[in-house]
């Protein structure tokens, strides 16, 4: 009797065989042999040949070594303010995945355990040697994994089975995201990982998610006067989707997340210690801390001529329960108001009111519409 169709996991767990066997074995490259999407996934053969260019071959024993005593005390120090962070999501993650047989790892940005959470089995030895405190998950350590791709190529992951370097490894299934701090350097990443498990793919949306939501967290830990929530005109803005801009309470630029560098080009460029809002937005930046006394989303101009929506929110200020993603108020009427309250905190005195707002008298009347 014929034996059935192979099924999709088999199918996939073969297609991983032979590229395996063509890049360890004969050094040709996957894609000779891989089919559909494996264009997309290059970065695992990349990871396969920097552990063969260091000497390692799959079928040597993988001894997921503790860093030393000492090195571990100066790791938990420097990492404490991403372990805090990540905390509150860490213990969401888990409840997420609590009926999946994965577990969350977070790692420091030499992949370095630093904690760990969800439902591990500590009666699994395979479960227990990866989330130990201090265990090194790197790539020179461990071979290709989720922790290792990520932070060699700094973008999210789904690793497979047999798409891990060594054999002792293949066990695991594994989506993996970075984690960027407030200046914009890789601070580590996040790891969920199943032992002979289901391939669960769409934990790779899960686990970039929960980066943001860390990284959000990391850049409000730091001290400063104001937080500007950025999102397109039009999208609704409050969640951890946003991008994010902390402000001193001078207007210096102080913390940014990944999604605001993405949203304003000069956040890219720049280190934070040298930027200022009024090199973002082509508006009076006073006019921002201003807003926040009224927290509602206004419509912003940036240098490049392009418009973002921004809720500003005083340090500690919670973001309000209900925001519309049409609830902006435009700029021309911020405008009017601030120039209004600044007449009357100047009694009246047009030209007392224009000194403060740096205008010309013109200006004000214009405004407001006076003769």
């Known amino acids: 009797m014929n034996a059935g169709p192979s099924s999709p996991e088999q199918q996939r767990l073969g297609q991983i065989a032979r590229a395996r066997r063509a890049v360890m074995a004969e050094n040709r490259p996957a894609h000779e042999v891989m089919l559909e999407g494996w264009s997309e996934l290059g970065w695992i053969e990349r990871s396969w040949r920097r552990c063969l260019a260091n000497g390692q071959r799959p079928d040597q024993r993988v001894a997921f070594n503790l860093i030393p005593a000492q090195a571990a005390r100066r790791t938990e120090e420097a990492n404490h303010a991403l372990r805090e962070a990540a905390r509150p999501v860490l213990e969401k993650l ?16 030499q992949g370095v ?17 990866i989330t130990r405190i201090g265990v090194d998950l790197s790539e020179p350590a461990v071979g290709t994994t989720a922790i290792g791709a990520v932070l060699a190529e700094l973008h ?22 970075p984690l960027f701090g407030p200046d914009g350097h890789c601070v580590g990443m996040l790891d969920l990982t199943g032992i002979e498990v289901a391939e669960r793919p769409e934990l790779k949306h899960l686990v970039s998610q929960s980066a943001r939501s860390i990284e959000n967290a990391l850049a409000l830990s730091l001290p400063h006067a104001l937080q500007l929530r950025l999102n397109w005109p039009g999208r609704a803005i409050g969640g951890d989707g946003d991008g994010l801009v902390c402000l001193d309470r001078d207007g210096g630029v102080v913390a940014v997340n990944a999604t605001a560098r993405q949203m304003i080009s000069q956040l890219g460029t720049s280190s934070l210690g040298a930027v200022h809002c009024s090199e973002l937005f082509a508006m009076p930046w006073e006019m921002l801390f201003d807003a926040a006394e009224n927290p509602n989303p206004i419509e912003v101009p940036l240098w490049s001529g392009l418009t973002l929506q921004v809720l500003p929110l005083a340090a500690g200020a919670s973001v309000p329960s209900r925001v519309a993603a049409d609830g902006h108020l435009p700029l021309k009427d911020l405008e009017t108001a601030l120039i209004r309250k600044a007449v009357d905190q100047a009694r009246g005195n047009v030209v007392q009111a224009a000194r403060m707002l740096g205008i010309s008298r013109a200006t004000v009347y214009r405004k407001l519409g006076r003769k």
Not at 100 to 109: D, G, K, P, Q, V
Not at 118 to 125: E, F, L, V
Not at 161 to 177: I, K, L, N
């Open 94 to 109: 888990g409840r997420a995945i609590a009926h999946s047989r994965y577990f969350a790892i977070l790692t420091n940005a």
């Open 113 to 129: 355990v630093v904690d760990v959470d969800g439902p591990i089995d500590r009666a699994d030895r395979r479960a227990r040697l």
């Open 156 to 177: 999210p992951v789904w690793l497979h089975r047999g798409e891990h370097f060594f054999d002792d490894t293949s066990v695991y299934s594994c989506a993996g995201a």
